[in-house]
């Protein structure tokens, strides 16, 4: 088995979309125990269209050195035509010398429909289990 290596490297982000899709502005928070990286924007999915209803979107993003990976933040801007999105499923990879190894998959089953700015205690955060 491969060590992680978690310095700030490419990794893959996988987000399943339930029936719900949105065309708002995607981000993601990734926290450590060294620490915090984003909000991290997704874009350039492999799909043209990302976060279609009942898609599966792969996106590559740069993440810090943040340590061990203990909970993630999925959040979107509220912008578009259809904001609201039921995100079912997000897998990180880290991305090393043509080899993925596998980090965190979160299941979540949620559907998002709150803007970056109007945080509360209803956050979005996902522990690992």
Same mark, same amino acid.
């Given at each position: !088995?491969?060590?992680?290596?978690?310095? #700030?490297?490419?990794?893959?982000? !996988? +987000?399943? +979309?339930? /029936?719900?899709?949105? &065309?708002?502005? !995607?981000?993601?928070? !990734? %926290?450590?125990?060294?620490?915090?990286?984003?909000?991290?924007r997704l874009q350039k999915?492999?799909? +043209?269209?990302?976060?279609?209803?009942?898609?599966? &979107? $792969?996106? =590559? *993003?740069?993440?810090? /050195?943040?340590?061990?990976? %203990?909970? *993630?933040?999925?959040? @979107? /801007? /509220?912008?578009? *035509? =259809?904001? @609201?999105?039921?995100? $079912?499923?997000? @897998?990180?990879? =880290?991305q090393r010398l043509d080899?993925?190894?596998?980090?965190?998959?979160?299941? *979540?089953?949620?559907?998002?429909?709150? #803007?970056?700015? =109007?945080? +509360? &205690?209803?956050?979005? $955060?996902?522990?690992?289990?």
């Amino acid at each position: !088995v491969p060590k992680l290596n978690y310095s #700030s490297e490419k990794w893959k982000v !996988v +987000t399943w +979309t339930g /029936d719900t899709g949105t &065309d708002a502005n !995607v981000s993601t928070w !990734v %926290y450590g125990s060294k620490g915090m990286a984003g909000p991290m924007r997704l874009q350039k999915s492999n799909n +043209t269209n990302p976060f279609l209803s009942n898609q599966t &979107d $792969e996106f =590559q *993003i740069n993440v810090k /050195d943040v340590g061990k990976i %203990y909970k *993630i933040r999925m959040a @979107h /801007d /509220d912008t578009g *035509i =259809q904001p @609201h999105w039921k995100l $079912e499923k997000v @897998h990180y990879a =880290q991305q090393r010398l043509d080899l993925a190894v596998s980090v965190m998959a979160f299941a *979540i089953l949620l559907f998002i429909a709150r #803007s970056l700015r =109007q945080f +509360t &205690d209803q956050d979005k $955060e996902f522990a690992s289990q």
